[in-house]
């Protein structure tokens, strides 16, 4: 397991936050602020849209668990504010 990587996810932008992944575990450092989250397959193109997103971490102190059979980029854009999150892969 690598070590923790802390992303800044600014307003209104999908930024990827994980790469080409099956599992690991996202935490919101910044509980404050909400964020939608979406998924691609690993080298597709990256979201260009929120029509796809969903809110992420509905409670604020829960992490968000990913997990897949295939290799998926994470993606997570901030929505009220900067925030940021820790990635466990």
Same mark, same amino acid.
Request: aromatic residues 8%.
């Given at each position: 397991?690598?070590?923790?990587?802390?992303?800044?996810?600014?307003?209104?932008?999908?930024?990827?936050?994980?790469?080409?992944?099956?599992?690991?575990?996202?935490?919101?450092?910044?509980?404050?602020?909400?964020?939608?989250?979406? @998924?691609? &397959? +690993?080298? *597709?193109?990256?979201? /260009?849209?929120?029509? #796809?997103?969903?809110?992420?971490?509905?409670?604020?102190?829960?992490?968000?668990?990913?997990?897949?059979?295939?290799?998926?980029?994470? @993606?997570? &854009? +901030?929505? *009220?504010?900067?925030? /940021?999150?820790?990635? #466990?892969?």
């Amino acid at each position: 397991m690598a070590n923790p990587l802390i992303v800044s996810c600014p307003v209104g932008a999908w930024t990827v936050v994980a790469s080409g992944i099956t599992a690991g575990t996202i935490y919101n450092m910044t509980p404050s602020r909400e964020f939608m989250q979406t @998924y691609r &397959m +690993a080298g *597709d193109a990256a979201p /260009s849209t929120n029509a #796809d997103g969903v809110f992420a971490f509905n409670d604020p102190g829960a992490p968000l668990a990913i997990s897949a059979s295939d290799a998926i980029d994470v @993606y997570l &854009m +901030a929505i *009220d504010g900067v925030g /940021s999150v820790r990635v #466990d892969v």
